[in-house]
């Protein structure tokens, strides 16, 4: 069973790019999220998906970044015209809720610098 | 929402000493995480623990949930037990279709 994948692993790009990253979770997992976490903080979620619908969006997901999950199994995060404050490790999770669990499993995360 | 703080921000021990790390949580959670952040970034999980006490090897985690907090233990501390320690939680009443909301962290330096 492996765990959770996420690509690239690193990104550098010039400011005003844009930029795709690619997540595929725990094959058994029907919900998918992703978190973005900036220096000395804690990861926090930018929007998740149940199956294929996208169920929430974060108040951080401005409009220059959109998620997918066709057909319910890996999932593209794109980032248009990227800014510097976009530099950030993107993390990418999977559950699967079996007797009451809600546990998540991450991947090892998309580091991304904007230059 | 929810609401999760750790403390201490920092901590820094000698190898072999014993540490406890606590996080608080304002209502009450569905699921709680600890997880251990290594040096390239990788979330490893420890425990999933909303309630009750777990025991892994060196570690152990106790959730007090009507108390509406958590504590991890290290015994015996060694150098790769460096790295910062997150608690994370979800909030309860919720079916499971919501985020981890997470700690600021809390950053072990064990020396040797």
């Known amino acids: 069973d492996t765990g959770v994948s996420q690509d690239p692993r690193h990104k550098i790009t010039k400011r005003g790019q844009n930029v795709t990253f690619r997540c595929d979770p725990i094959s058994e997992h029907n919900r998918l999220y992703w978190y973005r976490q900036t220096l000395g903080q804690g990861p926090e979620f930018l929007t998740y998906f149940q199956n294929e619908a996208q169920l929430e969006k974060s108040r951080l997901l401005s409009d220059r970044f959109s998620a997918e999950r066709p057909k319910g199994s890996f999932s593209t995060l794109e980032i248009q015209r990227t800014e510097q404050g976009d530099s950030a490790m993107y993390l990418c999770a999977s559950s699967f809720r079996q007797a009451n669990s809600y546990e998540q499993y991450f991947g090892p995360g998309t580091r991304l610098t904007v230059t | ?112």
């Open chain 2, 1 to 112: 929402g929810i609401q999760v703080e750790q403390s201490p921000p920092d901590l820094i021990l000698q190898e072999g000493a014993n540490s406890t790390l606590r996080c608080n949580f304002s209502d009450s959670v569905n699921n709680l995480q600890w997880f251990h952040q290594n040096p390239w970034g990788q979330l490893i999980n420890l425990f999933y623990i909303p309630s009750g006490t777990k025991q892994n090897g060196r570690l152990s985690a106790t959730t007090v949930a009507t108390e509406r907090y958590s504590l991890l233990y290290i015994s015996s501390s060694q150098t790769t037990d460096s790295g910062v320690y997150f608690c994370a939680a979800l909030q309860g009443g919720h079916s499971g279709n919501t985020p981890l909301v997470f700690g600021k962290g809390t950053r072990l330096s064990v020396i040797a």
